[in-house]
């Protein structure tokens, strides 16, 4: 292999980045570590997470002030900096929602529309995982079928979970970063009123399995606050 090959391998790690910028004065260390944050922020497709943003700042640097001081900035914009997924991401506001949908149609929604039975069954893997599609069945008294379990893999909002302990080992299903990321959440327990209802025990997986609470009435106001929060 030739001396230029060499210099040209793609294994070749970057040069060291100088996160602490000791030879600026603090205002400007501040305002180069904000450039940087904004930017990595700005490049991802997916919400950043705190590990990645500190490859690029100081040890000293408090991210929370950094993303603080940037959402200041950006308060006049039409975009803001959300935190979803447990990252940070770049996201328009949604008083534009209307203005994008004229201007790109459904070209410029990511996301398909879902259809009530498939907002139900995502609302039930949301608050019960991991939960089996035997045991969706038995919550809808109906069979949830494959095809429907395919629609909410295919758009990423649902995974495979652990094995079931029951017999057969059934595969159970879990939600997705991308789940918590288009319901504009940092956890799942920013789901609505998920501690008020689970203290009232609405959100008992066995009482309703087995049927035990009026499970329509549940399910009609869990998947309003949902569609209110997507």
Not at 111 to 133: D, G, H, N, W
Not at 178 to 203: K, M
Not at 206 to 211: C, P, Q, R
Request: proline share 6%; charged share 25%; glycine share 8%.
């Amino acid at each position: 292999m030739s001396e230029a090959s060499a210099r040209h391998k793609p294994n070749d790690q970057p040069a060291l980045l100088d996160t602490e910028l000791d030879h600026l004065p603090p205002e400007l260390r501040w305002r180069e570590w904000m450039g940087r944050v904004e930017a990595v922020i700005f490049a991802a497709n997916e919400p950043v997470t705190r590990s990645v943003l500190a490859r690029v700042v100081g040890k000293n640097c408090n991210l929370e002030l950094i993303i603080d001081d940037i959402r200041a900035e950006l308060a006049g914009r039409p975009y803001e900096l959300v935190s979803v997924a447990g990252g940070w991401q770049h996201r328009t506001k949604k008083a534009f929602g209307d203005v994008i949908r004229s201007a790109f149609g459904s070209a410029g929604q990511e996301r398909k529309e879902l259809s009530q039975a498939e907002a139900l069954v995502l609302m039930c893997i949301a608050y019960f995982q991991p939960i089996t599609r035997g045991e969706l069945s038995s919550f809808f008294g109906k069979e949830v079928s494959r095809d429907l379990i395919g629609v909410l893999r295919g758009q990423d909002l649902i995974a495979s979970g652990p094995r079931s302990p029951q017999p057969g080992a059934p595969y159970t299903y879990v939600t997705t970063k991308n789940f918590l990321s288009q319901f504009g959440l940092e956890t799942l327990r920013q789901l609505p009123d998920f501690e008020a209802l689970e203290d009232a025990g609405l959100l008992s997986k066995e009482k309703l399995l087995a049927g035990d609470i009026p499970t329509g009435l549940a399910a009609d106001h869990l998947e309003d606050e949902l569609q209110s929060n997507a």
